[in-house]
């Protein structure tokens, strides 16, 4: 099992950016090997995929209502994975988790505890 814990998150106006930080540790399976997304919840909705990267950074998926305006990127020597928020709008206001899926391809079964991001009109 991997630990995950993200940082970064916060409270800021409509238009700004926010970059959230996601670090694993704890697994002897190659970080480089394992896919890590981004998810989020918002209150009374279902937990929805922001954006997923695959082990190498080579691949990347954004749901649509980020697309444009999120980026994904992970840093296999320092085991952490990032999203960098920008053109926040209030809709973006979620609790988000970072994921990790072992072996890529895997259910997406290691969840960090949340980091909350707040965005106001």
């Known amino acids: 099992q991997v630990q995950l814990v993200e940082s970064g998150g916060g409270s800021v106006q409509a238009g700004g950016s926010l970059t959230l930080s996601c670090a694993a540790s704890?697994?002897?399976?190659?970080?480089?090997?394992?896919?890590m997304g981004w998810f989020r919840q918002a209150p009374g909705k279902e937990r929805e995929a922001v954006a997923r990267?695959?082990?190498?950074?080579?691949?990347?998926y954004y749901a649509a209502s980020v697309s444009g305006r999120f980026t994904i990127s992970r840093d296999n020597a320092k085991n952490t994975t990032t999203l960098q928020m920008n053109s926040l709008k209030p809709e973006d206001t979620a609790i988000y988790y970072c994921?990790?899926?072992?072996?890529?391809?895997?259910?997406?079964?290691?969840w960090g505890q949340g980091t909350q991001v707040t965005v106001s009109s």
């Open positions: 994921a990790a899926a072992q072996p890529c391809g895997a259910e997406y079964s290691n």
């Open positions: 704890g697994s002897a399976y190659p970080y480089a090997r394992t896919c």
């Open positions: 990267i695959s082990g190498g950074g080579s691949s990347v």
